[in-house]
């Protein structure tokens, strides 16, 4: 298994091209089972997860086109056509690897009347049920039946307009019922939906594959079914998670950073937080400029969904308060266990107290590198980005959760002056 090894405190200085974003991508080729027409979508990052989806979508019948499409991110065209769909389940050794996989559950029961879905199972960061999905489909008249480990769901008739009010907010259970009402008879209304910027990125695709749809963005979207829908063009949302991390990279070694093709409309919240702490954040249309001259001061946040502040940034942020002046509270409110990188940043000199699901982070002067592995993306990347400032050497292992939603995290450090490398395992 590959590694990345970091010497750190090297101000970083330079550009860094952000890519689309993973969290919009991965439903945005889920919605390819909507229509029998070709899909094409540009600004698609190379990531792991993104291949993942293309083997689901792939097992299930449909065809898939990758090239380059010449971004300064190093981005990918896919093109997909659902025309010829051989099987409506989705085996446990592809659902497992990726929780998003479920996505394809409501555009199944929407276009064949049928699905057979794996429950994904927990993972690092907590339980995440799908309960929300299966309640939803039901509202929509599927009839849902889990056995051996599966999710049945059938709607032979196909699916009927109904009301889903979400008893709490769900990226994934939001964009699983968006695509379901778009080929359901009559009017859906989603209630307490999720506002997250690639709900918003989903919608646009789903209007200009034919779906009526309004206040996608809002906490309420109401959507009248279409018999059918049609093939399309789009380019994937900018990954405002990646901008934000680099804006922290660029905080953290007390650089200075532009950050380039980033929706830095998107980053309310991140940069908010990044300019109480003293941070300097210059925005233009889609570029922002983050440098810190002077000392960083502790900043409380607490997670929450759009527009709060991103959990996919907590362990970020929390990198960064490690070496502010104060102490920082931060709270994270969406999911059970997304600390796991608090043993590792200990190991590296920094000074956290966790209760329940709050950390308290008082900031030291420097952290000191250590060998630290980290059990999910996030916390991966705030392991990297703590390496970036410590004293001395840092090799983050398991390097593969990177891979995931970071397209060439090192290469692009390296171009800024960071000393670090992969290595190899
Ligand atoms: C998505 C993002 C992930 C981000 C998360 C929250 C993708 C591919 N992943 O994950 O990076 O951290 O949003 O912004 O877009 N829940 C239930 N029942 C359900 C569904 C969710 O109880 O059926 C709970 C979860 O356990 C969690 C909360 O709802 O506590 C929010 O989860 P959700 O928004 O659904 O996260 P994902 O869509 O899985």
Redesign the pocket.
Known sequence: MDRIRIRGGAPLRGKIAIGGAK?AA?PLMVASLLTEGTLRLSNVPDLVDIKTMLDILVAHGAHAEVAPDGTASGGRTISMRADNITSTTAEYDLVRKM??SVLVLGPLVARFGEAKVSLPGGCAI????????LAGMQALGAEIVIEDGYIHAKAPKGLKGGIVRFP??????TEDLLMAATLAKGETVLENA?C?P?IVDLAKLLIAMGADIEGAGSSRIVVRGKAKLNGTQHKVVADRIEAGTYAIAAAITGGALEITGAGVELMGAVVESLVNAGVDVALARDSMKVSANGAVHAVDVSTA?FPGF???MQAQMMALMTVAQGAAVITET??ENRFMHVPELARMGADITVKGNTAIVRGVKALKGAPVMATDLRASVSLVLAGLCAQGETVVSRVYHLDRGYQSVDKKLAACGADIERVPG
């Open positions: 969290n991965l929780r998003a907590g339980t995440r049920p799908v309960n929300l999905h709490t907010v769900s990226v994934g259970a999720a997250e690639e969904p991103p959990t996919d969406i999911f």
